[in-house]
Each structure stands twice: as structure tokens, then as C-alpha cells.
Nanobody
């Protein structure tokens, strides 16, 4: 029902910024909560951020709070993750996720996932 495609990843120097995009498609995709996860090699997948369908409610992991901002443009069916003050600990594959509620995303993620985009932060 929902298809997700991430873009915007790349290589950036520590202290720099990147903006990730996730294009969503589906007949009723605008009604879904959207979010981001990340996974570094050999580590568990971790929640990063989530946003409600209206954009009025957002959640962030403590590790990114104050540095990352999640937003969405329902006219374009796209969710963004603006990442500032990046450090090498942010290096991971970032995955877009969709679910019916933000709570579902925070707990373990929804049923719909993108294929991921690589973010690498160098010293």
C-alpha cells in the first residue's frame, strides 16, 4: 500500500549538514505517520525521528535531539530529515518508515520500509 524511496545520503565532514528525503507513494499515503531509523554495521537498528500525518507532532531520539529536524510536505508526499552538526557516530544507513501512528514507529517501526540511504561522516 505504501512505497518509500530515500535519497540525499552521502559523505560529509564532521560538523556539516545533510538533508535526507523520502518520497512516499500510495493512494492514502498522506494519512500515515512517517519516520526515520538508522543502522550502523554490526549494530541494532535504532529509532531516529517520527512525525504525525499533519506534521503537528514530532518525536526524536535523545541522541539527535537539537541537531536533527523532521518535517513533511504532504503536497509532495515527502518526508525530510535535516541533519546538522553531524559527527562520526551518525554514520549509518538511514531508513524511511511508515505506519498508521507515530507511536507504532517509536516502538518498533511500521510495516513499510525504504531500501535505505548511506550517510558517512568523516573526521
Amino acid at each position: 500500500q505504501v512505497q518509500l524511496v530515500e535519497s540525499g545520503g552521502g559523505l560529509v565532514q564532521a560538523g556539516g549538514s545533510l538533508r535526507l528525503s523520502c518520497a512516499a507513494s500510495g493512494r492514502t499515503v498522506s494519512s500515515y505517520a512517517l519516520g526515520w531509523f538508522r543502522q550502523a554495521p554490526g549494530k541494532e537498528r535504532e529509532f531516529v525521528a517520527a512525525i504525525s500525518w499533519s506534521g503537528g507532532t514530532t518525536y526524536y531520539a535523545n541522541s539527535v535531539k537539537g541537531r536533527f529536524t523532521i518535517s513533511r510536505d504532504n503536497a509532495k508526499n515527502t518526508v525530510y530529515l535535516q541533519m546538522n552538526s553531524l559527527n562520526p557516530e551518525d554514520t549509518a544507513v538511514y531508513y524511511c518508515n511508515a505506519a498508521e501512528t507515530t507511536g507504532r514507529i517509536k516502538v518498533r517501526g511500521g510495516d513499510y520500509w525504504g531500501q535505505g540511504t548511506q550517510v558517512t561522516v568523516s573526521s
